[in-house]
């Protein structure tokens, strides 16, 4: 177990050095927009003589070296400070925290539900591989796959919701009917169901074909051989044997996918009008609101990394020989 | 343990065929097959690659790729009840139970992800009604039976932990598990060490005694025939061919065929004459070094691994040096060192007295033609993609030949190792290994080479072809005064091509001496125990077969 400590110990230490050149990167990006930030915030504020933006320069140092403004954004970050919106003239810390967590039980779910039905329908085409099961499976997964994920969320919502007015087209939770405790989870999760399906199908599809061809290629090793010569049952053969060493590529790439989830639902947040970060990033892109871009650039980052050192733990704790060659 | 009819045998194959898919090279890859197996008695399945003898394991088992591969008549009786007629769940039972398998690649053939013990433990839980803790105790059992140390702490290990012979003995442990009427070896000891080949070789024969097991054991290897079969199968291309008691079929062999095999099996009492070292030596590797550092990173130190240590040798113009070692040894360290494909730390390689290791890039170019290398690998060792002629033709056009020149001599060299004209313009899968080894040589000798250092040339090819790929280097060497150096773990293919014999020992050359010298009076223990591990000392080829050895004056 030291190792695995030692192994968890080193993937902290890199993981803060990569988010500190981030933070480097996102204040070098702020210098790199073109125009003068205190000649955008005078043009934002309507008013443009010189004096004014002078005064402006002043007031938020940005008449100092770069070296050391670079040392003020540095040190607040560090004390969790993301500066100002002056478009929605709130704290931008206070809008990440209050969109972060619909973007997360959204993204999540999905995804655990992706992973979970990726993983058992490549696993049921592979063991029927060649017959109609398989082919159905491959159909569904290449449809999910080529299909354009804002289509597919625009279709069921049409069917779902306007057709057969089973679920809300739309939105977080039912605005003004002030659920609290259950009654306001089941009102969230009813809303979660369409914008959940569609991002999870896509993910599926994905899984569920590189578990087929995990699956397959496993399934000619010698290993499997000495299982069915010991007269082991096909479903034991499959999941102790087969399934457990065809998932490892399945967990690098859904490690990798899962970094992208907070940034990668702009599309599902637009379409189901999901109060998320993805929507929020598209606002600010709109508005040029460079603080808060800057804030989700950071936040996004962070979700990267930490579901990198996750995705190497969970593949530490699958694959024993990792925590050697580390 | 089931006392066995007399009148029935364990295992009676009568008339089994297997069919192959449409489109493969022949219609039936096993054609009616009849043999018995018998209680208390170990039957060799010999045959070369393609023979069909791992086929009938795999019936047995049923581990035919179905639905491509499957058995088109005949019966696989055991105790006299036909195996292939029973229900699927019937046939489990019998799988692991009653019959049991020890697979060829013990790197492979377990579970990277599933401790040892768990994996043994899976046959004990799907055959007996033993509770968990009861298991456990019987897998620290076996696992020590096999000879293995600390079974204990083993049981807990994951196959990467172990050593190749080691798991082996897992495996071993493995099919033991439920105390099987069957054991089917399908080449257990192929790719072993020699010395690991004979522990693993003593301990099935021990234990197939001890048990009265019926064991069917399948080899390639004449050499492990004689040593442990009690009764010989001989196939070829799906047929059986010979079949009779062991000391029959070894020693008054009849069908051509095994007639033939058995004059191929190299016989390591045969070794050359000495050779006459005449003027200066044309390599000098002097007191090489090299260190590989595995692993290592941001905080922990790479952990060293000596692959050679003061390593000299001379091989002058003519003279045919082998290398001879265990996998792991350096030896193709030192053969790649040489090559220049690997750097040493230190250490002089001296060619006709110019030092290649102070030679920048561009210094050591001539250098690349004069050294030429055979590889192991035949079929992974030519680039598919590529015309044979044109990777013959490659290496001189490199050096500044004219393109149509190279050609001509490439159609030359290819004539020259026995490939027809038409060679030139096929591509490589279109040849057997024992071809592919041909061109790989032909590329070599492109480069009209001073030095061809060969690193396990036959050891991926079969025991006829293997003479014939022997017999090839050794006519070269002799045409075209060629000095080679010869890697190889098999000191019976030593003893056929070598002059001088160098054993390595972890990184060391632990003797070095003319071949007549270390094969008669071995003067390290180490290479006593190589020699004392070759399968089959003390069986005498008969007297019609023996051929005079390649190279002998």
Known sequence: MLGFAQLFASRLVKAAAILIAIVVMNFFLVHAAPGDPAMVMAGEAGAADEKFVAQLREQFGLDRPLYEQLGTYVGKIVQGDLGFSYRQQRPVWDILAERLPATLVLTLTAFLLALAAGVALGTLAAVAVGTWADSAITVLALL?????IYWIGLMLSLLFSIQLGWLPAFGYETIGAGYTGLAHVADVAVHLILPVITLALF???SYARLTRASMLEVRGLDFVKTAKAKGLTQSRIVTRHVLRNAILPVITVAGIQAGQLVG?????ETVFAWPGIGRLAFEAVLQRDYQVLLGIFLVTSIMVILF?????ILYGLVDPRIQVSQ | MTTPLLD?????????????????????AVDNLTFTLNPDEILCVVGESGSGKSMTAHAMMGLLPAPHVRVAGGSLLFKGKDVLAMPEAEQRSLRGGRIAMVFQEPMTALNPLMRVGRQIGESLREHTDLPAPARRARVVELLAQVGLPNPAELAEAYPFRLSGGQRQRVMIAMALACQPDILIADEPTTALDV???KQILDLIRSIQAERHMGMMFITHDFGVVAEIAHRVAVMRHGKLVEYGA?????????????????ASVPHYIEHRDDHAKAGAPLLVADKVRKVFHVGGGLFKKSKQVVAGDDLSLTIHPGETVGLVGESGSGK??????????????????LFEGTDLLALDRKGFRPYRRAVQMVFQDPYASLNPRHRVGDIVAQGPVAFGEDRNRALVRARELLAMVGLDGSAADRFPHEFSGGQRQRIGIARALAMEPKLLVADEPVSALDVSVQGQVLELLDDIRRRLNLAMLFITHDLRVAAQVCDTIAVMRRGRIVEMGTAREVFTHPRDAYTRSLLDAIPGKSWHIPDDLQKVPAGAH
């Open chain 1, 144 to 148: 999910a796959y080529a299909t354009p």
């Open chain 1, 203 to 205: 993910y599926m599809a």
């Open chain 1, 264 to 268: 990668g639902s702009i599309l599902i």
């Open chain 1, 308 to 312: 990198n050192i996750l995705t190497d």
């Open chain 2, 8 to 28: 029935v045998p364990l295992l009676d194959v009568r008339g089994l065929s297997i069919a192959l898919p449409p489109g493969a090279d022949r219609p039936l």
């Open chain 2, 195 to 197: 010395t690991t080949q």
């Open chain 2, 246 to 262: 062991a000391s029959d079929v070894l020693n008054r062999p009849q069908h051509p065929y095994t007639r033939q095999l058995i």
């Open chain 2, 332 to 349: 193709s360290t030192l053969g790649r060192s040489i090559v220049g494909l690997i750097k040493p730390d230190s250490g002089r390689i």
